[in-house]
């Protein structure tokens, strides 16, 4: 059984840039989170997608985040414009009907840097 | 609102020893999951040990195993025979029973060394 798959791995972008990030869930999995960990900190949540729907965006920091989950299999984030307060790890989850309560499958997250 | 805390940003532990992790957490709820996940270097994470609040025994997974006290709000972490290829980031995480709050809390991680 094939992992999510997070890309890029890594990413370095200038201020005022456009990134965006792409997760693919493990196949048959409904519930899709993504989380972000600036340096040091806590890993906080930002959102998560019940099939193409947004269950809970409650932890997008603001509008210049989109996510998105098209036909319900891959996700994107995308960061418009980049900010420096936006660099850190950005993870993707996933899980099955549980809503989590049995644990996550993570990717191996995107180390996002603004310079 | 929910809050977890690893008190300890790095532990080290000489191989084959056991180590113990602390997390705490704060919460007005009855009913939550409880988990550790483990980050080796530059890999994904994943899921060492889950515990749900309303069973009092405490969860065991091979090596690993926690110390869950539901009063105390603790749930502590303890990984016996470390072995070298143990070292990463071990974080707690905190998830609501309630249904609709499905999202996890973190604590910031502790950074394990194993060393030999």
């Known amino acids: 059984e094939a992992g999510v798959t997070q890309f890029p791995s890594h990413s370095v972008i200038e201020k005022g840039q456009t990134v965006t990030l792409r997760c693919d869930p493990i196949?048959?999995?409904?519930?899709l989170y993504w989380y972000r960990r600036v340096m040091g900190k806590e890993i906080k949540f930002l959102l998560h997608?019940?099939?193409?729907?947004?269950?809970?965006e409650s932890g997008m920091p603001n509008n210049r985040f989109l996510a998105e989950r098209t036909g319900g299999t891959y996700s994107t984030l995308k960061v418009q414009p980049a900010e420096l307060e936006d660099s850190g790890v950005y993870f993707c989850?996933?899980?099955?009907?549980?809503?989590?309560?049995?644990?996550?499958?993570f990717g191996s997250g995107t180390r996002l840097t603004v310079v | 609102a929910q809050t977890v805390t690893q008190s300890q940003p790095e532990m080290s532990v000489q191989e084959a020893e056991t180590v113990t992790l602390s997390c705490t957490y704060d919460t007005s709820e009855s009913d939550y999951y409880l988990f550790w996940y483990k980050q080796p270097p530059s890999r994904q994470m994943i899921l060492v040990i889950r515990q749900e609040a309303y069973k009092q025994q405490n969860a065991t997974e091979n090596r690993f195993s926690v110390n869950f006290q539901k009063a105390a709000k603790s749930f502590s972490l303890k990984i016996s025979d470390s072995q070298l290829g143990g070292a990463a980031m071990y974080f707690c995480a905190y998830r609501s029973g309630t249904s609709g709050t499905y999202k996890y809390i973190f604590g910031t991680g502790t950074r394990l060394k194993v060393l030999a």
């Open positions: 196949s048959g999995h409904d519930n």
């Open positions: 997608f019940v099939k193409e729907s947004k269950q809970d």
């Open positions: 989850a996933s899980s099955q009907q549980d809503f989590g309560a049995y644990g996550y499958t």
